[in-house]
């Protein structure tokens, strides 16, 4: 099962930021936190991934509670094209099948012109 | 990054057939993954395929239903066996070079049974 929870669905302005939240509060101590997006008929797409400290790319940024137990990925600048499902993700380390990754439900987000 | 070619891309099969679903990557990879995604859910993982080992699969799914083939760094094939119109999804194959990084995922077979 999912160690995830996240809201069903969300909407952000384009232009504006999105923050799209997620729980884990199971989440081992060596666990990381990924996120992905899919957009329609599409394959999961990589965003961002985390252990405890805050991140930053080019596509966004992930921010990490300091107990572990939640995150939040922030879409600086939301256009339409970023209009998707997004998923937020535990994962173990290793070689073997507990490092499997596992999706949960996700949060479609939609962005309004 | 690692690019991964999945074929066919999309499939009509016919009922009490089988249909095998190639993925082919562009580097050695450590672990390669499939997934089911039924119309309008979330992914579900299938089965872990490394190289050199059988593949571990999850809870309701079993070797004889979804066989799968690792046979070198770079290929995994993934059967549908015995197919029913509840096979109807799209088949994504994953991989992951190594530990903490990102997985890539192909983009997907979508099959349709009739």
């Known amino acids: 099962d999912a160690k995830t929870t996240q809201p069903p669905s969300m909407d952000c302005a384009e232009g504006r930021a999105a923050n799209l939240p997620c729980n884990h509060s199971?989440?081992?101590?060596?666990?990381?936190v990924y996120w992905y997006r899919q957009i329609h008929s599409q394959g999961p797409q990589y965003i961002i991934h985390g252990l405890k400290n805050n991140e930053t790319n080019e596509m966004a940024s992930l921010i990490i509670t300091e107990d572990r137990k939640s995150s939040t990925l922030i879409l600086p600048h939301a256009t339409l094209r970023d209009t998707a499902v997004y998923y937020c993700i535990v994962r173990s380390p290793g070689y073997s099948s507990a490092s499997k990754i596992i999706f949960g439900s996700g949060t479609r987000l939609s962005i309004r012109p | 990054s690692a690019v991964i070619s999945q074929k066919p891309s999309r499939d009509i099969c016919q009922r009490g057939t089988s249909l095998t679903i190639q993925c082919q990557v562009d580097s050695q990879v450590t672990m390669m993954f499939w997934y089911r995604q039924q119309p309008g859910q979330s992914l579900t993982l299938i089965a872990t395929a490394n190289q050199g080992s059988e593949a571990t699969y999850e809870s309701g799914f079993v070797i004889d239903k979804f066989p799968i083939s690792r046979p070198n760094l770079t290929f995994s094939t993934l059967t549908v066996s015995n197919m029913s119109p509840e096979d109807s999804s799209i088949y994504l194959c994953?991989?992951?070079?190594?530990?903490?990084?990102?997985?890539?995922f192909g983009q997907g077979t979508r099959l349709t049974v009739v």
């Open positions: 994953s991989v992951s070079r190594e530990t903490n990084t990102e997985a890539f």
């Open positions: 199971t989440i081992s101590g060596n666990e990381y």
